[in-house]
């Protein structure tokens, strides 16, 4: 998120001829009007009272189980929205939430996903917050020129050595006591970082930094270059790369300054996008942030298939991690209709990435009516929105957008953030928060038609102005969806049954079960063999109107049989139910099925 600015003026948009005669034109806008009207009218998001406690609230296929606001101290009750209070991104231990704040970090015991409990709130002010957690370690990005390496008061001068923008790095051994136990500085500070334990390295931790900030004067740190391209030395075009000792954390340093931008003909460090598209938006819609490529927003390692996706401001990389000290950029896209590269999602196979536009920079109302999205007058292009790309061959191709389809009000800052994977076997499933545009459950398993399945939305804070707040992320973790709001505080949401999500599904994933999660270090999921993996895929044959009542109803007596006989002990008996219905199954589109009935068979 950035804070409020003045968005550049320069760059336009390409226009796009969608009818070449003008009567087709009128007649195409008329009747897309007329749709458009049905949806926006038939959405139970649109109209929702505003309030910041008591706001109007639709959910689909979403139930909110939980809510916590900020505890004392951890907001401004004059403006609930103040900078200094917002609350930043999630990661998990065990049964611990982390939340970050623009002010420091709290930690929620979410043991009862229904009922978290605060357990300890650490004061460190320095702006975006930002944490990932890795066993006894947490890692918190600090970019405002505010922070201090001690954690304490804001208001060191310039050149002051307290003054600290970089990566925090905490000892959480003790969760009622976190103790600093390095501060690692670089020369943009820290706006996101990402972290990746490589599994080609047992000893070591690497931190990839992403700093979009200011470059800091030589003075108050050596290293530090404030110039163009034309300079080698630049802290521009590039990121840092921390490698962190698991023994002896306070040993933490700076071990790579890599420059992911260059162009691989000239040695240009500034190689990929150097300035706006143009023209602009055919209604004027400007550039905000403008996507120039000098820094990563964000970046998501996937370790197990040695890869990283980043979001870089101008472009959407692919990047080769499998040494972890070097990584090394293998693909580069752009796109006229992204202000602004955010983060990145692989699916659960590696196969997509689910790319994120920042356009507003997360403070202004980028949902309205008259914004483009897909499937409303105004789409000539997407602004906002995920794009889609499938791997192939190590590159990116593009296949489609998707754009929460709820006009908010111009009351609610709202663009694309931070979703994470939700393990249902067999799709591509992910939550996503947007904001004041609250959360959409996203089905992206065919890569070239997304479509949102649930979702749940709270009416703006401010009745008469937009005050800021809205969702920072929403994460799928161990069988509960968990929100970070910027200005009301924690969600706990649970997962319910509609017509595109069955009960099956929903069991199914939550028994995956994660040690930790901070989602830009993606973990692989793993459906273990069970009779709701095998009915998930049962459901969505159903779903898909590709199994015949006949063979639904043999499927089902006889993994209902299966599961009665292993229960009394007849796991012989089981497996050979198991096994008898899967080989009746002959057909190509069972063989997902046909597989989990077997496994399942094997594994009792």
């Given at each position: 998120?950035?804070?409020?600015?003045?968005?550049?003026?320069?760059?336009?948009?390409?226009?796009?001829?969608?009818f070449?005669?003008?009567?087709?034109?009128?007649i195409?806008?008329?009747?897309l009007?007329?749709?458009?009207?049905?949806?926006?009218?038939t959405?139970?998001?649109?109209g929702?009272?505003?309030?910041?406690?008591?706001?109007?609230v639709?959910?689909?296929?979403?139930?909110?189980?939980?809510?916590?606001?900020?505890?004392?101290?951890?907001?401004?009750?004059?403006?609930?929205?103040?900078?200094?209070?917002?609350?930043?991104?999630?990661?998990?231990?065990?049964?611990?939430a982390?939340?970050?704040?623009?002010?420091?970090?709290?930690?929620?015991?979410?043991?009862?996903?229904?009922n978290?409990?605060l357990?300890?709130?650490?004061?460190?002010?320095?702006?975006?917050?930002?944490?990932?957690?890795?066993?006894?370690?947490?890692?918190?990005s600090?970019?405002?020129?505010?922070?201090?390496?001690?954690?304490?008061?804001p208001?060191?001068p310039s050149?002051?050595?307290?003054?600290?923008?970089?990566?925090?790095?905490?000892?959480?051994?003790?969760?009622?006591?976190?103790?600093?136990?390095a501060?690692?500085?670089?020369?943009?500070?820290?706006?996101?970082h990402t972290l990746?334990?490589?599994?080609n390295?047992?000893?070591?931790?690497?931190?990839?930094?992403?700093?979009?900030?200011?470059?800091?004067?030589?003075?108050?740190?050596?290293?530090?270059?404030?110039?163009?391209?034309?300079?080698?030395?630049?802290?521009?075009?590039?990121?840092?790369?921390?490698?962190?000792?698991?023994?002896?954390?306070?040993n933490?340093?700076v071990?790579?300054?890599?420059?992911?931008?260059?162009?691989?003909?000239?040695?240009?460090?500034?190689?990929?996008?150097?300035?706006?598209?143009?023209?602009?938006?055919?209604?004027?819609?400007?550039w905000?942030?403008?996507?120039?490529?000098?820094?990563?927003h964000?970046?998501?390692?996937?370790?197990?298939?040695?890869?990283?996706?980043?979001?870089?401001?101008?472009?959407?990389l692919?990047?080769?991690?499998?040494?972890?000290?070097?990584?090394?950029?293998?693909?580069?896209?752009?796109?006229p209709?992204y202000?602004?590269?955010?983060?990145?999602?692989f699916?659960?196979?590696?196969?997509?990435?689910?790319?994120?536009?920042?356009?507003?920079?997360?403070?202004?109302?980028?949902?309205?009516e008259?914004?483009?999205?897909?499937?409303?007058?105004?789409?000539?292009?997407?602004?906002?929105?995920?794009?889609?790309?499938d791997i192939?061959?190590?590159?990116?191709?593009?296949r489609?957008?998707?754009?929460?389809?709820?006009?908010?009000?111009?009351r609610?800052?709202?663009?694309?953030?931070?979703?994470?994977?939700?393990?249902?076997?067999?799709?591509?499933?992910?939550?996503?928060?947007?904001?004041q545009?609250?959360?959409?459950?996203?089905?992206f398993?065919?890569?070239?038609?997304?479509?949102?399945?649930?979702?749940?939305?709270?009416?703006?804070?401010?009745?008469?102005?937009?005050?800021?707040?809205?969702?920072?992320?929403?994460?799928?973790?161990?069988?509960?969806?968990?929100?970070?709001?910027?200005?009301?505080?924690?969600?706990?949401?649970?997962?319910?049954?509609?017509?595109?999500?069955?009960t099956?599904?929903i069991?199914?994933a939550?028994?995956?079960?994660?040690?930790?999660?901070?989602?830009?270090?993606?973990?692989?999921?793993?459906?273990?063999?069970?009779?709701?993996?095998v009915?998930s895929?049962?459901?969505?044959?159903?779903?898909?109107n590709?199994?015949?009542?006949?063979t639904?109803?043999?499927?089902?007596?006889?993994?209902?049989?299966?599961?009665?006989?292993?229960?009394?002990?007849?796991?012989a008996a089981?497996?050979?139910?198991?096994?008898?219905?899967?080989?009746?199954?002959?057909?190509?589109?069972?063989?997902?099925?046909?597989?989990?009935l077997?496994?399942?068979?094997?594994?009792?």
């Amino acid at each position: 998120m950035y804070q409020p600015f003045a968005a550049p003026s320069r760059g336009t948009r390409k226009r796009r001829t969608i009818f070449t005669m003008l009567a087709a034109l009128l007649i195409s806008a008329a009747c897309l009007t007329s749709v458009a009207a049905a949806q926006l009218t038939t959405d139970p998001r649109v109209g929702l009272a505003p309030g910041l406690d008591n706001p109007g609230v639709a959910a689909e296929a979403m139930t909110l189980l939980a809510h916590r606001n900020k505890p004392a101290g951890w907001f401004n009750p004059a403006n609930p929205g103040d900078f200094g209070f917002v609350n930043s991104d999630l990661a998990f231990e065990g049964n611990h939430a982390f939340v970050g704040n623009f002010n420091g970090f709290l930690i929620y015991n979410i043991s009862d996903p229904a009922n978290p409990a605060l357990r300890t709130a650490v004061v460190c002010p320095g702006g975006q917050g930002e944490v990932s957690v890795y066993k006894n370690l947490l890692f918190m990005s600090a970019e405002e020129s505010r922070s201090r390496t001690d954690c304490g008061a804001p208001g060191v001068p310039s050149g002051d050595p307290l003054r600290f923008r970089g990566v925090r790095i905490f000892d959480i051994s003790n969760l009622d006591a976190p103790v600093q136990v390095a501060t690692v500085q670089t020369c943009r500070g820290s706006h996101t970082h990402t972290l990746l334990k490589s599994p080609n390295d047992d000893a070591n931790l690497y931190v990839y930094v992403q700093g979009t900030g200011g470059v800091r004067s030589s003075t108050e740190l050596a290293s530090c270059v404030n110039a163009g391209a034309e300079n080698p030395n630049s802290s521009f075009y590039r990121i840092e790369v921390i490698r962190v000792p698991l023994a002896a954390p306070q040993n933490a340093a700076v071990v790579n300054e890599v420059r992911l931008f260059t162009d691989p003909v000239t040695g240009a460090m500034n190689g990929l996008q150097n300035a706006p598209p143009t023209p602009q938006h055919p209604s004027g819609m400007n550039w905000g942030p403008t996507p120039i490529t000098d820094a990563c927003h964000d970046i998501t390692t996937f370790p197990e298939i040695g890869l990283a996706a980043g979001a870089c401001e101008g472009n959407g990389l692919l990047i080769d991690i499998s040494d972890p000290a070097n990584p090394r950029r293998i693909d580069a896209v752009s796109d006229p209709n992204y202000a602004y590269w955010h983060g990145a999602t692989f699916s659960n196979d590696g196969t997509k990435v689910v790319f994120t536009d920042e356009w507003g920079g997360g403070t202004a109302a980028r949902c309205r009516e008259a914004d483009p999205v897909t499937g409303r007058p105004a789409d000539a292009l997407n602004w906002g929105a995920n794009t889609i790309f499938d791997i192939v061959d190590r590159k990116l191709v593009f296949r489609s957008y998707f754009k929460m389809p709820a006009p908010q009000t111009t009351r609610e800052n709202c663009v694309g953030h931070l979703p994470s994977l939700v393990p249902v076997p067999g799709r591509d499933l992910m939550v996503q928060a947007w904001y004041q545009g609250g959360a959409s459950l996203v089905d992206f398993t065919d890569s070239a038609n997304p479509k949102e399945i649930g979702f749940y939305d709270r009416g703006p804070i401010g009745a008469t102005s937009l005050v800021l707040g809205g969702l920072w992320s929403t994460y799928y973790y161990n069988g509960a969806v968990y929100g970070s709001e910027i200005a009301r505080g924690f969600d706990v949401w649970g997962l319910t049954p509609n017509e595109e999500l069955s009960t099956n599904e929903i069991k199914a994933a939550a028994e995956v079960q994660l040690d930790r999660l901070t989602p830009q270090h993606q973990p692989r999921f793993v459906n273990l063999p069970s009779f709701a993996v095998v009915r998930s895929y049962r459901d969505q044959l159903e779903r898909a109107n590709e199994i015949d009542a006949k063979t639904l109803a043999q499927v089902d007596k006889f993994v209902d049989r299966a599961e009665r006989l292993r229960a009394q002990g007849k796991e012989a008996a089981a497996k050979a139910q198991l096994n008898a219905i899967a080989n009746q199954l002959t057909g190509a589109q069972f063989a997902d099925l046909r597989r989990e009935l077997r496994a399942l068979a094997d594994a009792i």
